[in-house]
């Protein structure tokens, strides 16, 4: 029972975020990413979000144990191999999730993964229980009786702390720079919109990064949704040490390329298409498409071929916009978006985040 009801609540939590659009309480860095994992869509079986159908087989759970403590004979029996079934492919898809989230999304999410272990956990228990039998002698009804009692009170108790504070209005902390907005906006080729719009958004993320992936026709929404009011830009924030990314640097390497020819925003959106997820991993894929963007090869490929030696325009490029992320401004991962409003400081959110800024009193006024 005290497995079940703490499946509830860590099921309950990703349930309400998704119901509730808040993100988690989860530390993201470079590889965690809770929110990017929940909304991903992996995170969805045939339009059902996971959460829901991992918070229906946990209550399923917990009926079941309840009634195992009175049942008898084949009831017992009966209770205890549903139960055993229930987490045998709880289990099962909590570990096909899993693989999807590290060798497909790169990401990781603590709270899908304490679901993932708990359902381990009680897929052996159950299966100890299952050949052990039907307990023999007097049983202890009201103890356990008392011991769900008290879980369930601890579980509904965990869960309205955490929706709680889940709810409440996120404080963004400015960051600890010297450096002024014109020294972290990027170059005019690398930023599109009209340079009078009272409202910014730069983009920090790596072409390989399979968030920033499906982040990126949702944040070309946003974009589109407010004609010149919003102006947008582009850093590289390559994560070239990451399994996947092996193709980051050449990447980000092409993408300044094509911002010397005026033709970053063509490169950037024909990579990030859905269609090239594995041409981007390898350098004949990316040749390929920037190709494709109208960029010419001949006058590239001699570029990428002296940046293997470290001696390169492009290196150099790609390194400033790096160094920006990682030691001025510690950008943790990818994506994340500086929003800057009235030349103000800059805030450092998620794409989620981002969305619900734009429901802000002062923004959506510059907004109309």
């Not at 909590?94 to 272990?117: G, P, R």
């Not at 582009?234 to 994560?239: D, I, M, T, W």
Request: charged share 20%.
């Amino acid at each position: 029972m005290v497995l079940s009801l703490f499946g509830v609540f860590v099921a309950g939590v990703l349930s309400y975020s998704h119901a509730a659009e808040k993100e988690v309480p989860c530390a993201a860095n470079a590889t965690v990413n809770c929110a990017a994992v929940v909304n991903s869509p992996a995170g969805s079986f045939y339009g059902i979000p996971v959460a829901y159908l991992g918070l229906l087989v946990y209550l399923l759970l917990f009926g079941l144990a309840w009634y195992r403590v009175k049942a008898t004979g084949k009831n017992w029996v009966m209770a205890a191999n549903a139960s055993l079934i229930f987490t045998g492919i709880g289990f099962g898809f909590h570990l096909f999730l899993q693989v999807i989230s590290l060798n497909v999304l790169q990401q990781v999410c603590y709270w899908c993964l304490t679901s993932a272990v708990n359902m381990l956990i009680a897929f052996v228990v159950h299966g100890m229980l299952a050949q052990k039998g039907e307990p023999e002698g007097e049983r202890q009804t009201k103890l356990d009786m008392t011991v769900a009692a008290a879980a369930a009170v601890l579980a509904i108790g965990a869960f309205g702390i955490t929706t709680t504070q889940m709810q409440k209005e996120v404080v963004y902390k400015e960051f600890k720079t010297d450096l002024t907005n014109d020294q972290i906006l990027p170059i005019a080729a690398k930023m599109k919109g009209d340079p009078g719009a009272k409202i910014v958004i730069i983009e920090f993320a790596d072409i390989l990064c399979p968030t920033c992936r499906t982040t990126s026709p949702k944040f070309e929404e946003l974009y589109k949704k407010y004609p010149g009011k919003i102006r947008v830009g582009f850093r590289h924030f390559p994560l070239f040490n990451l399994p996947g990314h092996e193709t980051a640097l050449p990447a980000a390497m092409i993408a300044e390329f094509a911002a010397e020819k005026d033709r970053f925003w063509e490169f950037v959106n024909k990579a990030y298409e859905e269609g090239n997820g594995e041409r981007v991993k390898t350098e004949a894929g990316l040749l390929g498409i920037a190709a494709e963007s109208g960029l010419n090869l001949d006058e590239l490929k001699p570029l990428l071929e002296s940046a293997k030696n470290g001696d390169s325009r492009l290196l150099d490029k790609v390194n400033e916009d790096f160094m920006l992320s990682s030691q001025e401004l510690k950008i943790k991962g990818t994506p994340t978006f500086l929003l800057i409003v009235n030349d103000g400081k800059p805030r450092a959110l998620s794409f989620q985040e981002l969305e619900r800024a734009m429901d802000e009193p002062e923004i959506k006024e510059l907004l109309k």
